[in-house]
């Protein structure tokens, strides 16, 4: 926010800026350039996404603008070059999640490659549970699965992270703390070109989710930015 003077008179000016902290990527829905768009390398660079399906509005956010998915395949996607907004080896998946509906087990995030190597984010439908699921190299699915349950109808912070150096892995939903399993977190033998938000080859989408305030640190269990 900014102060200017015109004609003797003090306007107030609502400027949009980068989300303060360290962090490889953030999408808000809030991004000046369009909702759409997202902030990389600590607010320095800007990512654009491609929407498929999916709504971004004002309806959906839980600060702005937020992302509807009510269907399979839909999805906010952004292109990943060389881990820049990131990395199979380790980081921090961190998001705010509304639970309008669940019918199915729905694929909220997804960072693939192939049936190889992929990063995902799952919500399963009866039990409210959120799983966090790591696999590279053709290696063994390697999932953590919360204790703690996302409500209904209310904003939930949840976050997912992964480390290869520390062969570990955990998933946290709301003020509970992290679930954490010991497992062999494999490095990808392919790049990844794109993070989803949303889904399009893991699974489907059943009932409605309203996604906001996604970020993705580099470090293991990273505190959450927001």
């Not at 971004?56 to 956010?61: N, S």
């Not at 909220?108 to 699921?133: P, Q």
């Not at 409500?151 to 480390?163: D, E, F, K």
């Not at 998933?171 to 889904?199: H, Q, R, Y």
Request: proline residues 1%; aromatic residues 10%.
């Amino acid at each position: 926010m900014a102060n200017l003077c015109i004609g003797g008179q003090m306007a107030v000016l609502n400027v949009i800026v980068a989300p303060t902290g360290t962090y490889k990527f953030v999408w808000n829905g809030n991004h000046p350039t369009g909702t759409n768009y997202g902030w990389t390398d600590s607010g320095v660079g800007t990512s654009e996404g491609t929407l498929t399906g999916a709504l971004i509005a004002t309806d959906y956010g839980q600060t702005g603008y937020g992302l509807q998915l009510n269907a399979g395949n839909e999805r906010l996607q952004f292109t990943v070059a060389t881990n820049d907004l990131i990395s199979d080896t380790q980081g921090t998946i961190w998001l705010s999640l509304y639970i309008g509906s669940n019918s199915s087990n729905s694929y909220i995030v997804e960072v693939y490659v192939d049936a190889n190597n992929f990063i995902a984010m799952s919500v399963n439908y009866s039990a409210r549970t959120v799983t966090g699921a790591h696999k590279g190299s053709g290696g063994t699915t390697v999932a953590v699965t919360s204790t703690d349950v996302v409500s209904l109808i209310t904003w939930t912070r949840v976050g997912y992270a992964w480390s290869n150096s520390d062969g570990k892995h955990a998933i946290k939903i709301g003020a509970g703390a992290w679930k954490e399993e010991t497992e062999a977190i494999d490095v990808f033998n392919s790049a990844i070109t794109n993070l989803k938000i949303g889904e399009l080859n893991m699974g489907s989408i059943g009932g409605e989710y309203w996604i906001d305030n996604f970020y993705v640190t580099a470090g293991y269990k990273d505190a959450d930015p927001l």
